[in-house]
């Protein structure tokens, strides 16, 4: 599928012609393309092009070998790929709230609690009560969870780091940037190229739970 109108067009050739830019360049051209809204009124126009059925292909597979490399390291652990998804973002951004954790992953709070429960009952996250608002919980990751988001980390970075040898030093800021042209406009870019950044919490002590 491809944005509607020629200017829409043009914005996104912009963006990848610029595939080395980061930061709020970055942000601004993710900022000119189309929204969800008018992909999927693309979507149901019957003059459309056709359907792009070998990039949709193309990134099933990739997806598919990519997760692939995380689904072996968790089965260890007798984790998915839920789990993966929350511990990831609970590592990478320390005190991280679960509003926050709600918003990036979108998904209820019921799904949310089943899986963060099972992560804090086995230490691989804690919930601290934030002040001055006690009742405020703030996600921290354990060492055990650090180094299991470490080691899938490890593995994945391996597949990235083989296709940009083979490919050539272009590739790494180019998939960058079609990635997160991917991303809905709808989407606030939070922290797409950098973690959020947040005082470091001392993770000893008894957890209070998820809430």
């Known amino acids: 599928m491809e ?7 043009t914005r996104g050739q912009d963006v990848a012609a610029r595939p080395a830019e980061t930061g709020e360049g970055l942000v601004r051209g993710i900022a000119a393309l189309a929204s969800a809204s008018e992909l999927d009124a693309r979507a149901r126009d019957p003059a459309a092009a056709p ?7 193309l990134m099933f597979f990739a997806y598919r070998d990519f997760v692939g ?4 390291l968790l089965a260890g652990d ?7 998804r929350v511990l990831y973002f609970v590592a990478r951004r320390p005190g991280l709230t679960i509003a926050e954790l709600l918003e990036i ?5 019921q799904s949310l609690n089943r899986v963060l429960n099972d992560l804090v009952d086995r230490a691989y996250v804690v919930a601290r009560s934030a002040a001055p608002d006690r009742r405020r919980r703030l996600l921290f990751s354990t060492a055990r969870g650090d180094a299991l988001i470490a ?6 970075s391996a597949r990235f780091e083989r296709v940009f040898a083979t490919l050539g030093e272009t590739a790494r800021p180019g998939a960058m940037a079609f990635l997160a042209a991917m991303i809905d406009r709808s989407d606030p ?3 797409i190229v950098a973690p959020l950044s947040r005082p470091h919490v001392e993770r000893t002590g008894e957890p209070d739970g998820p809430r």
């Open 3 to 9: 944005p509607r109108g020629q200017e829409i067009e």
């Open 51 to 57: 359907p792009l059925y070998e990039l949709i292909e």
């Open 69 to 72: 490399d995380a689904d072996r």
């Open 78 to 84: 007798r984790f998915g790929r839920a789990h993966h």
């Open 105 to 109: 992953l979108r998904i209820t709070k």
């Open 151 to 156: 080691a899938i980390a490890a593995a994945q």
């Open 189 to 191: 870019p939070l922290d």
